[in-house]
Protein backbone atom coordinates (compact mmCIF):
# COMPACT_ATOMS: atom_id res chain seq x y z
CA UNK A 1 0.00 0.00 0.00
CA UNK A 2 0.86 3.52 -0.47
CA UNK A 3 2.08 5.43 2.59
CA UNK A 4 -1.19 7.92 3.34
CA UNK A 5 1.37 10.93 4.47
CA UNK A 6 3.00 10.84 0.71
CA UNK A 7 -0.05 11.29 -0.63
CA UNK A 8 -1.04 14.10 1.99
CA UNK A 9 2.21 15.61 1.08
CA UNK A 10 2.02 15.41 -2.86
CA UNK A 11 -1.44 16.76 -2.52
CA UNK A 12 0.19 19.84 -0.54
CA UNK A 13 2.80 19.91 -3.06
CA UNK A 14 0.14 21.07 -5.76
CA UNK A 15 -1.02 25.07 -5.84
CA UNK A 16 -4.17 25.81 -3.92
CA UNK A 17 -6.33 27.08 -7.19
CA UNK A 18 -4.91 23.77 -8.75
CA UNK A 19 -6.83 21.73 -6.66
CA UNK A 20 -10.77 20.74 -7.11
CA UNK A 21 -12.48 21.87 -3.46
CA UNK A 22 -13.02 18.84 -1.42
CA UNK A 23 -14.65 18.19 2.08
CA UNK A 24 -12.21 18.27 4.75
CA UNK A 25 -11.66 17.17 8.30
CA UNK A 26 -11.07 19.34 11.53
CA UNK A 27 -6.98 18.89 10.32
CA UNK A 28 -7.64 19.68 6.79
CA UNK A 29 -6.90 16.41 5.25
CA UNK A 30 -9.32 15.81 2.86
CA UNK A 31 -12.56 13.72 3.37
CA UNK A 32 -12.84 10.36 1.04
CA UNK A 33 -16.33 10.88 0.35
CA UNK A 34 -17.20 9.23 -3.13
CA UNK A 35 -15.45 6.09 -1.86
CA UNK A 36 -18.15 6.62 1.79
CA UNK A 37 -20.85 7.23 -0.58
CA UNK A 38 -19.84 4.13 -3.24
CA UNK A 39 -19.64 1.84 0.07
CA UNK A 40 -22.81 3.39 1.87
CA UNK A 41 -24.60 2.99 -1.78
CA UNK A 42 -23.62 -0.45 -2.38
CA UNK A 43 -23.92 -1.91 1.17
CA UNK A 44 -27.83 -0.05 0.65
CA UNK A 45 -28.24 -2.33 -2.09
CA UNK A 46 -27.18 -5.70 -0.64
CA UNK A 47 -29.61 -4.84 1.83
CA UNK A 48 -31.90 -4.59 -0.76
CA UNK A 49 -31.82 -7.86 -2.18
CA UNK A 50 -32.28 -9.49 1.27
CA UNK A 51 -35.46 -7.40 1.15
CA UNK A 52 -36.57 -9.08 -1.97
CA UNK A 53 -36.12 -12.79 -0.92
CA UNK A 54 -37.64 -11.82 2.17
CA UNK A 55 -40.99 -10.00 1.45
CA UNK A 56 -43.49 -11.53 -0.94
CA UNK A 57 -43.91 -8.92 -3.97
CA UNK A 58 -40.69 -6.79 -3.23
CA UNK A 59 -38.70 -6.81 -6.21
CA UNK A 60 -36.04 -9.38 -6.94
CA UNK A 61 -32.99 -6.78 -6.88
CA UNK A 62 -30.71 -9.34 -7.52
CA UNK A 63 -32.22 -10.32 -10.53
CA UNK A 64 -32.81 -6.75 -11.94
CA UNK A 65 -29.51 -5.47 -11.65
CA UNK A 66 -27.03 -8.46 -12.10
CA UNK A 67 -25.54 -9.00 -15.80
CA UNK A 68 -25.16 -11.49 -18.52
CA UNK A 69 -23.72 -11.52 -21.61
CA UNK A 70 -27.34 -11.96 -23.50
CA UNK A 71 -28.46 -8.11 -22.01
CA UNK A 72 -26.08 -6.41 -24.19
CA UNK A 73 -26.47 -8.82 -26.76
CA UNK A 74 -28.48 -8.34 -30.54
CA UNK A 75 -30.05 -11.83 -29.32
CA UNK A 76 -31.27 -10.00 -26.60
CA UNK A 77 -33.37 -8.10 -29.56
CA UNK A 78 -34.15 -11.04 -31.27
CA UNK A 79 -35.45 -12.73 -27.78
CA UNK A 80 -37.62 -9.86 -27.37
CA UNK A 81 -39.56 -10.67 -30.75
CA UNK A 82 -40.02 -13.75 -29.92
CA UNK A 83 -41.44 -13.64 -26.26
CA UNK A 84 -42.54 -9.84 -25.82
CA UNK A 85 -40.14 -9.59 -23.17
CA UNK A 86 -37.40 -6.86 -23.17
CA UNK A 87 -34.43 -8.44 -22.13
CA UNK A 88 -31.98 -6.01 -23.74
CA UNK A 89 -30.23 -4.35 -20.95
CA UNK A 90 -27.07 -2.29 -21.52
CA UNK A 91 -27.26 -1.07 -18.04
CA UNK A 92 -26.62 -3.90 -16.11
CA UNK A 93 -22.52 -3.61 -17.26
CA UNK A 94 -22.77 -1.24 -14.55
CA UNK A 95 -25.55 -2.02 -12.08
CA UNK A 96 -23.93 -5.40 -11.64
CA UNK A 97 -21.04 -3.65 -9.39
CA UNK A 98 -23.88 -2.87 -6.59
CA UNK A 99 -24.92 -6.30 -6.33
CA UNK A 100 -23.09 -9.16 -4.66
CA UNK A 101 -23.87 -12.60 -3.70
CA UNK A 102 -25.86 -13.47 -1.10
CA UNK A 103 -24.72 -16.79 -0.40
CA UNK A 104 -21.36 -15.65 0.38
CA UNK A 105 -21.81 -12.34 2.55
CA UNK A 106 -18.04 -12.90 2.69
CA UNK A 107 -18.13 -11.47 -1.19
CA UNK A 108 -19.85 -7.93 -0.60
CA UNK A 109 -17.16 -8.13 3.21
CA UNK A 110 -14.04 -8.22 1.27
CA UNK A 111 -14.78 -5.97 -1.76
CA UNK A 112 -15.81 -3.03 0.40
CA UNK A 113 -12.84 -4.11 2.99
CA UNK A 114 -10.68 -3.41 0.19
CA UNK A 115 -12.76 -0.25 -0.97
CA UNK A 116 -12.02 1.59 1.91
CA UNK A 117 -8.52 0.54 2.55
CA UNK A 118 -7.36 1.47 -1.01
CA UNK A 119 -10.37 3.72 -2.21
CA UNK A 120 -9.38 6.71 0.00
CA UNK A 121 -5.63 6.77 -0.64
CA UNK A 122 -6.91 7.22 -4.33
CA UNK A 123 -9.42 9.54 -3.93
CA UNK A 124 -7.41 11.82 -2.06
CA UNK A 125 -4.74 11.23 -4.72
CA UNK A 126 -6.90 12.03 -7.84
CA UNK A 127 -9.75 14.12 -6.26
CA UNK A 128 -13.15 12.87 -6.27
CA UNK A 129 -14.37 12.91 -9.40
CA UNK A 130 -11.90 10.97 -11.39
CA UNK A 131 -12.29 8.36 -8.64
CA UNK A 132 -15.17 8.07 -9.23
CA UNK A 133 -14.83 7.74 -13.03
CA UNK A 134 -11.83 5.24 -12.93
CA UNK A 135 -14.13 3.31 -10.70
CA UNK A 136 -17.45 3.08 -13.23
CA UNK A 137 -15.30 2.82 -16.20
CA UNK A 138 -13.14 -0.51 -14.41
CA UNK A 139 -16.82 -1.97 -13.50
CA UNK A 140 -17.69 -1.21 -17.01
CA UNK A 141 -14.31 -2.65 -18.52
CA UNK A 142 -14.73 -5.93 -16.05
CA UNK A 143 -18.47 -6.40 -17.45
CA UNK A 144 -17.11 -5.94 -21.32
CA UNK A 145 -14.56 -8.91 -20.86
CA UNK A 146 -17.10 -11.05 -19.11
CA UNK A 147 -19.02 -10.54 -22.65
CA UNK A 148 -16.09 -11.64 -24.47
CA UNK A 149 -14.67 -14.48 -22.40
CA UNK A 150 -17.56 -15.30 -20.10
CA UNK A 151 -20.16 -17.84 -21.39
CA UNK A 152 -23.56 -16.06 -22.79
CA UNK A 153 -25.88 -17.15 -20.41
CA UNK A 154 -23.58 -16.76 -17.58
CA UNK A 155 -24.46 -14.17 -14.85
CA UNK A 156 -21.98 -11.96 -12.80
CA UNK A 157 -22.50 -9.89 -9.85
CA UNK A 158 -20.21 -7.77 -7.45
CA UNK A 159 -17.85 -4.69 -7.77
CA UNK A 160 -14.47 -6.81 -8.10
CA UNK A 161 -14.08 -5.81 -11.58
CA UNK A 162 -14.42 -1.73 -10.45
CA UNK A 163 -12.06 -2.68 -7.54
CA UNK A 164 -9.21 -4.92 -9.27
CA UNK A 165 -9.35 -1.38 -11.85
CA UNK A 166 -8.52 0.59 -8.71
CA UNK A 167 -5.67 -1.89 -7.50
CA UNK A 168 -4.05 -0.89 -11.15
CA UNK A 169 -4.82 2.59 -10.27
CA UNK A 170 -3.42 2.43 -6.96
CA UNK A 171 -0.05 0.72 -8.73
CA UNK A 172 -0.13 3.42 -11.23
CA UNK A 173 0.29 5.98 -8.36
CA UNK A 174 2.63 4.37 -6.68
CA UNK A 175 5.19 4.94 -9.42
CA UNK A 176 4.44 8.41 -9.93
CA UNK A 177 4.97 8.71 -6.57
CA UNK A 178 8.55 6.58 -6.70
CA UNK A 179 7.18 4.76 -3.98
CA UNK A 180 7.93 0.85 -3.47
CA UNK A 181 5.17 -0.82 -5.66
CA UNK A 182 6.55 -4.71 -4.71
CA UNK A 183 3.67 -4.97 -2.01
CA UNK A 184 0.98 -3.91 -4.24
CA UNK A 185 2.22 -6.10 -7.02
CA UNK A 186 2.37 -8.79 -5.17
CA UNK A 187 -0.88 -8.45 -3.43
CA UNK A 188 -2.55 -7.82 -7.03
CA UNK A 189 -0.68 -10.93 -8.63
CA UNK A 190 -2.23 -13.25 -5.40
CA UNK A 191 -5.54 -12.16 -6.25
CA UNK A 192 -4.82 -12.56 -10.03
CA UNK A 193 -4.14 -16.23 -8.63
CA UNK A 194 -7.09 -16.76 -6.98
CA UNK A 195 -9.25 -15.73 -9.71
CA UNK A 196 -8.11 -18.31 -11.74
CA UNK A 197 -7.50 -21.29 -9.57
CA UNK A 198 -11.13 -21.18 -7.34
CA UNK A 199 -14.29 -21.57 -9.13
CA UNK A 200 -17.17 -19.82 -9.15
CA UNK A 201 -14.81 -16.41 -9.61
CA UNK A 202 -15.24 -14.37 -12.60
CA UNK A 203 -11.79 -14.01 -13.77
CA UNK A 204 -13.34 -12.36 -16.82
CA UNK A 205 -14.13 -9.25 -14.59
CA UNK A 206 -10.99 -9.10 -13.13
CA UNK A 207 -9.44 -8.77 -16.16
CA UNK A 208 -11.27 -6.09 -17.74
CA UNK A 209 -11.24 -4.05 -14.12
CA UNK A 210 -7.93 -4.04 -14.10
CA UNK A 211 -6.57 -3.76 -17.93
CA UNK A 212 -9.44 -0.74 -18.11
CA UNK A 213 -7.92 0.66 -14.75
CA UNK A 214 -4.63 0.39 -15.78
CA UNK A 215 -6.06 2.32 -19.14
CA UNK A 216 -8.13 4.84 -17.45
CA UNK A 217 -5.36 6.12 -14.95
CA UNK A 218 -2.83 6.40 -17.45
CA UNK A 219 -3.98 10.10 -18.73
CA UNK A 220 -4.92 10.88 -14.89
CA UNK A 221 -1.62 10.20 -13.55
CA UNK A 222 0.44 11.90 -16.40
CA UNK A 223 -1.70 14.71 -16.35
CA UNK A 224 -0.45 14.94 -12.53
CA UNK A 225 3.14 14.57 -13.33
CA UNK A 226 3.03 17.76 -15.70
CA UNK A 227 0.78 19.54 -13.36
CA UNK A 228 3.02 19.08 -10.10
CA UNK A 229 5.83 20.28 -12.44
CA UNK A 230 4.67 23.62 -12.39
CA UNK A 231 2.63 24.96 -14.79
CA UNK A 232 0.79 28.26 -16.02
CA UNK A 233 -3.26 28.57 -15.35
CA UNK A 234 -3.85 27.87 -19.39
CA UNK A 235 -1.68 24.86 -19.36
CA UNK A 236 -3.65 23.48 -16.03
CA UNK A 237 -6.89 24.34 -17.74
CA UNK A 238 -5.80 22.48 -21.37
CA UNK A 239 -3.72 19.50 -19.55
CA UNK A 240 -7.47 19.14 -17.84
CA UNK A 241 -9.55 19.17 -20.91
CA UNK A 242 -6.84 16.25 -22.18
CA UNK A 243 -7.20 14.58 -18.97
CA UNK A 244 -10.91 13.97 -19.63
CA UNK A 245 -10.85 13.52 -23.14
CA UNK A 246 -8.36 10.67 -22.24
CA UNK A 247 -11.38 9.19 -19.81
CA UNK A 248 -14.11 9.65 -22.32
CA UNK A 249 -11.46 7.95 -25.13
CA UNK A 250 -11.36 4.33 -22.79
CA UNK A 251 -15.39 5.11 -22.50
CA UNK A 252 -15.79 5.38 -25.85
CA UNK A 253 -13.35 2.03 -26.59
CA UNK A 254 -15.44 0.10 -24.03
CA UNK A 255 -19.08 0.91 -26.20
CA UNK A 256 -17.43 0.07 -29.28
CA UNK A 257 -16.12 -3.05 -27.94
CA UNK A 258 -19.59 -3.95 -26.17
CA UNK A 259 -21.35 -3.16 -29.61
CA UNK A 260 -18.76 -5.54 -31.54
CA UNK A 261 -19.32 -8.36 -28.16
CA UNK A 262 -23.39 -7.94 -29.07
CA UNK A 263 -22.92 -9.48 -32.51
CA UNK A 264 -21.20 -12.63 -31.36
CA UNK A 265 -23.52 -13.96 -28.88
CA UNK A 266 -25.58 -16.64 -31.07
CA UNK A 267 -29.80 -16.66 -30.58
CA UNK A 268 -29.67 -20.23 -29.85
CA UNK A 269 -27.58 -19.53 -26.87
CA UNK A 270 -30.71 -17.41 -25.60
CA UNK A 271 -33.46 -19.40 -26.82
CA UNK A 272 -31.40 -22.33 -25.24
CA UNK A 273 -32.08 -24.46 -27.99
Not at 186 to 214: D, K, P
Not at 217 to 223: E, K, Y
Request: net charge positive.
Amino acid sequence: MLCVDCVRQHQRSIPREQRAPRFTDRQGNAIPLATYIIIGLTVVVYGLQWVGQLIPGFPDVSNLLMYSPLHTSVAAVEFSQVTGQQLFQPWRMLTSALVHSMGSPLHLLLNMAVLWLIGRQIEQFLGAAKFVAIYVLSAFGGSVAVLFLAEPNSAVVGASGAVYGLFAALWMIGRRLGADTRSITILIIINFAFSFIFSGISWQGHLGGFLTGLAASTPVVLADKKLAAGATPAVRKRTSRLTWLGLALVAVVLVALTFIGALLIDTQALLGS
